[in-house]
């Protein structure tokens, strides 16, 4: 079946500002109208980005309503609904569902690793009782499991899976899983630094970190990409791969919360137990953005 995607081109996984007394939503909206005015297509909202395993439960469910409410009809939002419990995921994809949200956004479980025929499971029973697009998370280096291609194969023939966000780096199993799973199953890049080699065999943009702080760089270069133009997004892309991969010199988000507060945006708090990155770490992020041309 011929799926329509979620969204094409970029869409920011966007980072939670974090105050000592819970969110700013004020902050919020101003980084989701930055991110609208500089030509994003989608966002993510709780995704790992934006710290979803920190949030009370209250603050996923006000994160979600203040981010559909200032997006609406401007910009798909995705919510990042979890997890290693299918049923709090379930539950999550359920609100999510209730408040208008426009797809999902769904890893594989962490910490209590199941098999293959387990992640099958894990996926169809929100699939099966929400009726929204559901996106695939696969990032093995984060959660010790990965999806393979055969598993991927299996569950795009569920009409409700969209499609896959895919951050294993393993560009073998997106080439298989493109031959295995054609048009049944879209495909988005889970790391900046795939984006172009990934549109290449198929995907039709990406889920970016990157893009909190240069969202009309990353826009650019899907549009590029989409358009065939894959010569200018490779110049493109070059002039800006250092700096994708310094986004991860610590873990996500650690250096783009850093990164945002030296250009001078509000990316809020850290909540434990993640930390301001090292102070080594951070010269050599500043340097890297000022070596692509930013003001830092």
């Known amino acids: 079946m011929l799926k329509t995607p ?56 006000e994160l979600l309503r203040q981010s559909v ?31 208008g949200v426009d797809g999902l956004l769904m890893v594989t479980p962490f910490y209590n690793k199941t098999s293959q025929t387990g992640l099958i499971e894990h996926f169809r029973t929100v699939a099966d009782r929400v009726d929204l697009p559901l996106i695939l998370y696969n990032v093995p280096s984060r959660t010790g499991i990965g999806i393979q291609a055969e598993t991927y194969e299996a569950l795009a023939r569920h009409p409700n899976i969209n499609g896959i966000k895919e951050a294993s780096g393993d560009f073998s199993l997106i ?8 048009s049944n199953l879209n495909l988005w890049s889970g790391n900046d630094d795939n984006t172009v080699p990934m549109m290449a065999l198929g995907a039709i943009g990406v889920i970016s970190v990157a893009s909190n702080i240069v969202p009309g760089v990353v826009s650019k270069l899907c549009d590029l990409a989409l358009s065939g133009d894959y010569p200018a997004a490779a110049e493109l892309y070059a002039r800006y791969s250092a700096l994708f991969s310094a986004l991860f010199i610590e873990t996500n988000p650690m250096p783009v919360k850093a990164a945002m507060q030296m250009l001078g945006t509000d990316s809020g708090l850290l909540r434990l137990p993640l930390v301001s990155i090292s ?14 041309g930013l003001s830092v």
Not at 27 to 36: A, G, T
Not at 177 to 182: A, D, F, V
Not at 286 to 292: E, G, L, Q, V
């Open 279 to 292: 102070e080594e770490h951070s010269d050599a992020l500043r340097n890297t953005m000022r070596t692509a």
């Open 69 to 99: 409410r200032c997006c609406r009809s401007r910009l798909t939002v995705i919510a990042g609904i979890g997890g290693n419990n299918t049923l709090t995921a379930l539950k999550n994809a359920e609100y999510a569902a209730s408040i």
């Open 175 to 182: 080439a298989k899983t493109r031959s295995l799973c054609g």
């Open 6 to 61: 979620l969204f094409k081109g970029c869409c920011t996984a966007i980072v939670t500002p974090f105050t000592e007394r819970g969110i700013d939503y004020g902050r919020l909206e101003k980084n989701l109208n930055d991110q609208y005015d500089n030509g994003v297509s989608a966002v993510v909202v709780a995704g790992t980005t934006g710290e979803m395993a920190t949030l009370s439960g209250e603050e996923y469910r």
